[in-house]
């Protein structure tokens, strides 16, 4: 309804300049109402997302602490937190479990099996489609903590259903591979959004082309390469960078692992929960927060200027 | 030929692989609040209901269900009336600055995570009071999703058209009328796509509630989830199995409401 009275309006819009105004803002709101209509959700987001993102950047400079003398009186430290994070073993220990968990659970494993799936289901109708990615979406849209206990229980030790399944005793996943767990896990829980992304895009790509490329003798391989790719290009870099954006914030692994044992699966998000506010070096772990700041911005910089490019 | 059959049964078995994956870990969920003595096997159920009962007579179950549904219906409402009135502006108004306003806000809302933020929200509930506040909460959460519900709103108000706004202009109707009789009426289904992305967002949410809500009374379901198989002792997996059934049954109902109505395509932005 929308999308077919909005070509005249613009063609009006564009004939007569001095109508502009009046019909943009129609209901004659003028600044000050309209400053007014957007202060309150504005005031909402600058108290509780814009401010705390400041002070998380001056708390990385001070010595707070949850609790003794440092929190009744915490001092500016300068860049000492930043400093002791470089030379912290536990700190690049975290980053680097962060940067398997980006790579293995999002990079690989979601969009790898989000486009098998969307690349096999591509031209079939019916029930069994229906069925696949409705359970896909469904590892999606579940709650993180049933989610995360129905692992708990799949990877235990001791009755698990995976053990049941292969055979293999009393063998301790979570204890023993606390990583591959929960890599397999977000892959798990996150393909979903991949699947249908790329379900859309290869819905994009013309079927002349892949007919043509089809009767030159193209192997399945070359058609994707050839004429599937160049045409989601666009679509496989958007993905990458929102995934890769969700999972590196992701706290889920905290509810499976909580970052043990002995932080052999202590991601970033789940390191920066521990050390301010279970050990409650607060300054310490604004600090950390800091750098996962900067590292979303550098992402998130990237992905709207895609955007725009595309716009 | 037989490339055409080798191919089909490929095919087959791939499907087959990848429906075990997502359906194995599943299938615990759906078996064991029917089992009378559930173990971490999944086994036949045999249908009983008596684990239902159980789930009545627990202190926390119920309410915390009672209290994720509080919060978010109150943040869903509160995105949607917010956003609504900010997204309304500044679709019509040409304020100074718009356009920055709006791409810093996209790009606040998908830096500023939970996990980067934690620290100072914390510390920011610790000084206004609002720990063990599940007021402070709903302004807490709605914050983070005002950004993103705003960005959507304004997209959808771009594309209606203005002139039932101009002809009751015409008619003495005062802009609040306006919004309130013509713009709302107009732009329903954009406002129930944000209510439910609002609702399935703070429904799932663990991080928020798990830091500010210490009362196990003003807990919701994540959070009392996470406490039944996370405490010492044997977890109880008669109430873990019920108690999670009866937790994901709504988002389950949400989800396929949500795609017969409008198709699911929210293409991004459902989850951050």
Same mark, same amino acid.
């Given at each position: ?8 309006d613009l063609?009006?819009?564009t004939?007569?300049p001095?109508a502009?105004r009046y019909?943009? @803002? #129609?209901? !004659? ?6 400053g007014?209509?957007a202060a309150? &959700?504005l +005031? /909402?987001?600058t108290?509780?997302l814009v401010?705390?993102a400041?002070?998380v950047l ?6 707070y602490?949850l609790?003794?003398?440092a929190?009744?009186?915490p001092k500016v ?10 030379g912290e073993p536990t700190?690049?220990n975290?980053?680097w479990?962060?940067?398997?968990f980006?790579l293995?659970?999002?990079?690989i494993?979601q969009?790898?099996l989000g486009f ?8 079939k109708?019916?029930p ?5 990615e409705g ?8 709650p993180s903590?049933?989610?995360s206990?129905?692992?708990v229980?799949?990877? @235990? #030790?001791? !009755? ?6 292969l055979?293999?005793?009393d063998y &301790?996943? +979570? /204890? ?8 397999v896990?977000?892959?798990w829980?996150?393909t979903?959004?991949s699947?249908?992304?790329y ?5 994009n790509?013309?079927?002349?082309h892949?007919?043509?490329?089809r ?11 050839d004429?599937?790719?160049p045409?989601?290009?666009g679509h496989?870099?958007t ?11 992701d706290?889920t692994?905290f509810?499976i692992?909580?970052g043990?044992p002995d932080?052999k699966s202590?991601?970033?998000a789940v390191?920066?929960?521990?050390v ?11 600090a ?12 998130a910089?990237f992905?709207?200027? /895609? ?5 | 030929?037989?490339r055409f059959v ?10 087959a692989?990848l429906l075990?994956?997502f359906?194995?870990?599943l ?8 089992t009378s003595?559930?173990?971490y ?12 009962q159980?789930i009545?007579?627990?202190?926390y179950a119920l309410?915390s ?6 919060l978010s219906v109150?943040?869903?409402?509160l ?8 997204a ?11 356009d920055?306003l709006l791409?810093?806000l996209?790009l ?10 934690m ?9 206004l009071?609002?720990?063990?506040s599940?007021?402070g909460l709903i302004l807490?959460?709605s914050?983070?999703?005002l950004p993103?519900?705003?960005f959507?709103?304004k997209d959808?108000?771009d594309?209606?058209?203005?002139s039932y706004?101009e ?9 609040l ?7 709302v009426?107009?732009v329903r289904?954009g406002l129930a796509?944000i209510?439910v ?5 703070v429904w ?5 509630p ?8 003003k807990?919701?379901a994540a959070?009392?989830?996470y406490t039944l198989y996370t405490?010492g ?5 008669r109430?873990?199995s019920t108690f999670?059934l009866?937790?994901s ?10 795609s017969?109505k409008?198709?699911f395509?929210?293409h991004?932005?459902?989850?951050r």
């Amino acid at each position: 309804m929308a999308q077919a009275t909005s070509p005249p309006d613009l063609t009006r819009e564009t004939a007569e300049p001095t109508a502009r105004r009046y019909s943009v @803002d #129609a209901a !004659g709101l003028g600044r000050w109402r309209a400053g007014a209509f957007a202060a309150p &959700a504005l +005031l /909402l987001i600058t108290v509780f997302l814009v401010f705390p993102a400041l002070w998380v950047l001056y708390l990385g400079l001070t010595d707070y602490r949850l609790t003794g003398t440092a929190a009744a009186d915490p001092k500016v430290v300068g860049l000492d937190n930043f400093l002791s994070a470089l030379g912290e073993p536990t700190f690049w220990n975290s980053t680097w479990l962060t940067v398997q968990f980006v790579l293995g659970s999002a990079v690989i494993g979601q969009v790898g099996l989000g486009f098998a799936i969307a690349w096999l289901l591509r031209d079939k109708r019916g029930p069994l489609k229906r069925i696949v990615e409705g359970l896909v979406i469904l590892a999606w849209i579940l709650p993180s903590a049933v989610v995360s206990f129905l692992w708990v229980a799949l990877l @235990d #030790a001791d !009755g698990g259903t995976l053990n049941a399944l292969l055979g293999t005793g009393d063998y &301790a996943w +979570l /204890l023993d591979h606390p990583m591959l767990s929960i890599i397999v896990f977000n892959t798990w829980r996150g393909t979903a959004f991949s699947m249908m992304l790329y379900g859309a895009a290869l819905g994009n790509v013309p079927p002349s082309h892949l007919e043509s490329a089809r009767l030159a003798g193209a192997s399945g391989w070359q058609q994707l390469r050839d004429v599937v790719f160049p045409h989601i290009k666009g679509h496989i870099l958007t993905n990458l960078l929102l995934i890769s954006l969700w999972t590196f914030n992701d706290f889920t692994p905290f509810m499976i692992t909580a970052g043990g044992p002995d932080g052999k699966s202590e991601v970033l998000a789940v390191h920066v929960y521990k050390v301010a506010l279970q050990s409650g070096q607060l300054g310490y772990g604004a600090a950390v927060s800091t750098v996962i700041l900067l590292i979303n911005l550098v992402v998130a910089v990237f992905y709207l200027r /895609l955007l725009r490019s595309k716009k | 030929m037989t490339r055409f059959v080798l191919g089909r049964i490929g095919f087959y078995t791939l499907i087959a692989v990848l429906l075990a994956f997502f359906t194995i870990p599943l299938l615990w969920l759906a078996s064991a609040p029917l089992t009378s003595d559930p173990t971490y096997e999944v086994r036949v159920p045999d249908f009983t209901f008596d684990n239902f009962q159980a789930i009545l007579e627990h202190p926390y179950a119920l309410p915390s269900l009672y209290n994720s549904l509080l919060l978010s219906v109150g943040t869903a409402l509160l995105v949607v009336a917010l956003s609504a009135l900010a997204a309304y502006a500044l679709s019509r108004v040409r304020l100074p600055g718009r356009d920055a306003l709006l791409y810093a806000l996209l790009l606040l809302s998908s830096i500023i995570t939970g996990t980067a933020a934690m620290v100072p929200l914390f510390q920011l509930a610790v000084e206004l009071g609002l720990i063990d506040s599940q007021l402070g909460l709903i302004l807490i959460l709605s914050g983070g999703l005002l950004p993103a519900a705003i960005f959507m709103l304004k997209d959808f108000m771009d594309s209606t058209p203005k002139s039932y706004e101009e002809s009751a202009r015409v008619f003495g109707a005062s802009p609040l009328q306006i919004v309130a009789h013509v713009v709302v009426p107009l732009v329903r289904p954009g406002l129930a796509t944000i209510a439910v992305w609002a609702v399935a967002n703070v429904w799932g949410n663990f991080l928020m509630p798990y830091l500010l809500l210490s009362d196990v009374e003003k807990q919701p379901a994540a959070v009392i989830m996470y406490t039944l198989y996370t405490e010492g002792g044997q977890a109880n997996l008669r109430l873990l199995s019920t108690f999670g059934l009866l937790y994901s049954v709504p988002v389950v109902l949400m989800y396929l409401f949500v795609s017969k109505k409008y198709g699911f395509r929210f293409h991004g932005g459902i989850k951050r």
